[in-house]
């Protein structure tokens, strides 16, 4: 069964970018070290901070929308219901 992340990822500064993938430990890898073009890079994406599975790849893309599309006060919200140290979730492993 294929597995999807919805993902939340910030820098130093506190950025939020959001994202969707298949394989979650290979894309934060990518932006962890730059090699993504764009906001990410830019921004020095570099820390994992909130990840929900799903085996539904429509699921997982309208659940991507549905938070880009949230003020930055509710994904905050949802980032510190589940870590709520905002740890870098990547750290172990």
Known sequence: MKRFWV?????RTGTLYVGVTNDLRGRVYEH???LVPGFTS???IDRLVYAEETD?????I??????????REKKEALIASANSAWRDLSLDW
Request: hydrophobic letters at 30%; proline letters at 0%.
């Open 42 to 44: 830019r921004y020095a």
């Open 32 to 34: 962890r070290n730059r």
């Open 7 to 11: 993902y939340i990822m910030t820098n």
């Open 56 to 60: 539904d790849v429509t699921a997982a």
């Open 62 to 71: 309208q659940r991507e929308k549905e938070i880009k599309s949230w003020r």
